[in-house]
């Protein structure tokens, strides 16, 4: 009988095992808002961020210092960040714990912080808050450009701080950008 229990106890006990250190795995994430999504720069790079220009296909835009792709979300209003938990995974926000520099034709006068829900400093440039795409694979990648995801669009930023909402590959030989007007950006 103590051989049957013996086993018995092994049978309860791995099975918790196995639960217990599957469940402290995850726990790490601070509500799905920092820049270490799928395709994201990691959280080192996130002290010294340095935003600069790439051109390309849409015209001359903002990227970080690897040549990845910042975006800005229509949906976010105000210097304030729309999004957050499942949204920040797909777009993840470009973060620091510095102060933001300029290179190229960006201007360091545009670049500033807003603080976001989990208390992590999220780059803006113009106001608008900066993403990533998880889908851009590579410097120069343009995946998100135009996508319409969490209940707006996503494009990227000019160097003067607008919009530009030309599609890669488009015809036309200048991109097209939008300006501010009342509560959002179009």
């Known amino acids: 009988m103590t051989r049957n229990a013996a086993r018995l106890g092994v049978a309860v006990a791995v099975p918790a095992l196995l639960l217990a250190a599957c469940g402290t795995s995850s726990s790490s994430s601070s509500g799905g808002?920092?820049?270490?999504?799928?395709?994201?720069?990691?959280?080192?790079?996130?002290?010294?961020?340095?935003?600069?220009?790439?051109?390309?296909?849409?015209?001359?835009?903002?990227?970080?210092?690897?040549?990845?792709?910042?975006?800005?979300?229509?949906?976010?209003?105000?210097?304030?960040?729309?999004?957050?938990?499942?949204?920040?995974?797909?777009?993840?926000?470009?973060?620091?714990?510095g102060s933001p520099t300029a290179a190229g034709t960006a201007k360091t006068a545009m670049l500033s912080t807003i603080t976001r829900a989990d208390g992590s400093k999220q780059v803006t440039y113009s106001g608008h808050p900066l993403y990533y795409f998880a889908g851009d694979a590579a410097a120069g990648d343009l995946k998100g450009q135009g996508t319409n995801g969490f209940g707006a669009k996503w494009w990227v930023v000019s160097p003067a701080g607008a919009s530009i909402t030309m599609m890669a590959g488009a015809g036309g030989s200048s991109p097209s950008s939008t300006k501010k007007s009342g509560g959002g950006w179009a």
């Open 33 to 97: 808002s920092s820049s270490q999504a799928a395709g994201s720069p990691s959280s080192a790079a996130a002290a010294k961020v340095t935003v600069e220009t790439h051109s390309g296909p849409v015209g001359t835009y903002l990227t970080d210092s690897s040549g990845r792709t910042l975006y800005l979300f229509v949906a976010d209003s105000g210097g304030k960040s729309a999004c957050s938990a499942a949204c920040a995974k797909y777009w993840p926000p470009l973060t620091t714990t």
